[in-house]
Nanobody, 115 residues
Framework: QVQLVESGGGLVQPGGSLRLSCAASRSISSITYMGWYRQAPGKQRELVAS???????NSADSVKGRFTISLDNAKNTVYLQMNSLKSEDTAVYYC?????????WGQGTQVTVSS
């Protein structure tokens, strides 16, 4: 099993930055896939950015050039650096991992972009 704990959410003004962290309970080098998803009120959960154990990344068109996903193997943590935040980025952000063909989710962290 894998437990995922997100942190780093909060209230930020448009144009600001936040860095989300997702700490895994086991070595992330053994995890096939890790990603960040988000869900805004009344909308479906959507992929924000992902990274594989081989280092291949992917991100939604809406965040390209603004958000960056990265790994710290020593800390078993995946990060989402979010810059130039917009009001439409407001959502609950979830960390997701696939380990031994099973999916795991964190509890989510709220990001609110508002002046």
């Amino acid at each position: 099993q894998v437990q995922l704990v997100e942190s780093g959410g909060g209230l930020v003004q448009p144009g600001g930055s936040l860095r989300l962290s997702c700490a895994a309970s086991r070595s992330i080098s053994s995890i096939t896939y890790m990603g960040w998803y988000r869900q805004a009120p009344g909308k479906q959960r959507e992929l924000v950015a992902s990274i594989t154990s081989g280092g291949r990344t992917n991100s939604a068109d809406s965040v390209k050039g603004r958000f960056t996903i990265s790994l710290d193997n020593a800390k078993n943590t995946v990060y989402l650096q979010m810059n130039s935040l917009k009001s439409e980025d407001t959502a609950v952000y979830y960390c997701h991992a696939i380990y031994v063909s099973r999916g795991y989710w964190g509890q989510g962290t709220q990001v609110t972009v508002s002046s």
